[in-house]
């Protein structure tokens, strides 16, 4: 069977169609709460689905990824905490919107953009999947390592009015991801004898308590627990208003899809780099970004949805996953005797087939449970901050202990809690913190690896970075650092003013 008959033939198979719909159904419910990640999901379908046909495993696997991906900015905009590192940027300008009552539209825009980015990418998928692998397979460790030094360079402009405070953000989360068992020498790394620590501190602890319970401390802080957050609004937003941003959600799609097709970087540094991408191409926001502005939701979803696509590039291509994710899809591919690689498309066009199918019909179901669905979860604004911070409180001890089951997880949410309080009451945001994080094991490894190779070589600074696609992230990121210098602006804006 060809790849068109294929493809089609997936669209009137009641069974696919109806499996698909039920891995998004539980993508939309365990993305939507935080700790219960897409991964775990994941991982717990496989055990489920491996004595299935392959069509039909493939089929619940793909609408439970897609809509699980789009399933964190619902936590993210309702209570202020992402339900994936990917959702992390939703927060900056969907919890401020659900603030002001309109959390309604917020959802909407980030379902409507969460379907643009996961299609593209998907498109992309399909017409260019030999050409992006290729492209990504020629970077190398030192490349893989500015490209994540420059999204923690931006990000101290994007979350932060002062940079070097974004900054401090940042390197503190680099610092704490360093805990843990070294990378190359595999010994205990800041550990201080606690064993705990020696598998390092678990991301969805700190996320959650970065961003759960810090709101639950900062909220009891102010006081006036009796308040209840502004009666939410379901006006009617025009489609017109949506898609006047469409051609936005475009780029940052296209951001999302070269990054997820870099094998390790993902959804976090996509939805950072393309709300970085939004600070300079929006023009004049109605309201600024970072306060509740309809264009940062469009940049993070669009981009961290796109990275499905990009993901799957290398996995099917290169058998690399390029996310965790796509790791465990990996494994399911092993399981029922299939080889991805370079010859995958051309040797099993079938399943290629489902995989893109399976996709598109998601995208479909993301866009109906999150119109029909996601706003019914609003309403857990409306509940009175008493009722509501002992909720949160719980999700928060609920979500931190699920990934690993100890109690050690627990008392660390509480600890980054409590960090992320003080952080946030002297104008830190938490946000660089997270990013730094997640990604500093991939600097970490990536860095010494570079290091290591060009130890052997003659020319060693050229050895790092006499490559085009190095120079390029090098100047990149040596020119954010140097603009956000407090001297330099000063002289471009009297140079500005000048010419002006």
């Avoid at 046909?53 to 991906?69: C, E, H, P, R, S």
């Avoid at 994936?84 to 980030?110: I, N, Q």
């Avoid at 009617?236 to 941003?245: I, N």
């Avoid at 954010?480 to 140079?495: D, E, G, Y």
Wanted: aromatic fraction near 10%; glycine fraction near 10%; hydrophobic fraction near 55%.
């Amino acid at each position: 069977m060809n790849f068109m008959t294929s493809f089609f033939s997936c669209f009137i198979d009641y069974r696919f169609i109806g499996l698909t719909f039920l891995g998004a159904v539980l993508g939309l419910f365990v993305g939507s709460i935080p700790g219960l990640s897409v991964t775990m999901a994941t991982a717990l379908l496989v055990s489920i689905t491996y004595t299935w046909q392959t069509t039909n495993a493939m089929a619940a696997i793909m609408g439970l990824y897609v809509v699980g991906v789009f399933s964190g900015a619902l936590s993210a905009i309702l209570i202020n905490i992402p339900g994936a590192p990917s959702s992390v940027v939703t927060t900056f300008d969907g919890y401020p919107m659900a603030r002001r009552g309109e959390s309604y539209k917020a959802l909407k825009y980030a379902t409507v953009y969460s379907f643009v980015g996961s299609v593209f990418g998907l498109v992309v998928l399909w017409l260019l999947a030999r050409p992006v692998s290729r492209l990504a397979l020629k970077f190398q460790p030192m490349d893989y390592f500015l490209l994540t030094l420059f999204g923690l360079a931006a990000v101290g402009t994007l979350t932060s009015k002062t940079f070097s405070k974004g900054l401090i953000s940042a390197v503190l989360g680099l610092f704490v991801s360093m805990i843990g068992l070294d990378s190359v020498m595999g010994t205990p790394r800041l550990t201080f004898g606690v064993r705990e620590l020696q598998s390092g501190v678990p991301v969805v602890a700190a996320l959650v308590g970065l961003f759960g319970f810090s709101e639950v401390l900062v909220t009891l802080a102010q006081g006036d627990m009796g308040a209840q957050v502004s009666e939410i609004k379901r006006t009617a937003v025009r489609l017109c208003d949506m898609l006047k941003y469409f051609v936005h959600s475009i780029w940052y799609a296209v951001i999302g899809c070269f990054v997820g097709a870099l094998p390790g970087a993902g959804g976090p540094v996509a939805s950072f780099l393309a709300y970085s991408c939004a600070k300079k191409i929006v023009r004049n926001p109605e309201v600024p970004l970072g306060e509740g502005a309809e264009e940062g939701i469009v940049a993070s979803e669009s981009s961290n949805n796109a990275c499905i696509g990009g993901a799957l590039i290398p996995m099917l291509t290169l058998a690399v996953p390029g996310d965790a994710v796509t790791a465990i899809i990996l494994s399911v591919f092993y399981v029922h005797g299939l080889q991805p690689g370079p010859m995958f498309i051309s040797v099993q066009p079938d399943m290629f087939a489902a995989v893109l199918a399976g996709g598109f019909l998601g995208c479909l179901f993301l866009l109906l449970l999150g119109l029909l669905v996601a706003p019914k979860l609003s309403g857990i604004l409306l509940v009175p901050k008493k009722i509501l911070l002992p909720i949160v409180t719980v999700l928060c001890v609920i979500g931190s202990f699920a990934c690993n089951n100890t109690m050690f997880d627990v008392l660390l949410m509480f600890l980054f809690g409590i960090l992320g309080f003080f952080m946030r009451r002297r104008g830190y945001p938490v946000a660089p913190m997270t990013l730094g994080l997640v990604l500093g094991g991939m600097m970490d490894s990536n860095f010494r690896r570079a290091v290591s190779l060009a130890a052997s070589e003659e020319n060693k600074l050229a050895a790092l970075f006499g490559r085009p696609i190095t120079l390029v992230l090098l100047v990149l990121t040596v020119g954010t650092l140097v603009m956000n210098v407090p001297a330099v602006q000063k002289l471009f804006l009297r140079h500005r003013k000048e010419s002006i």
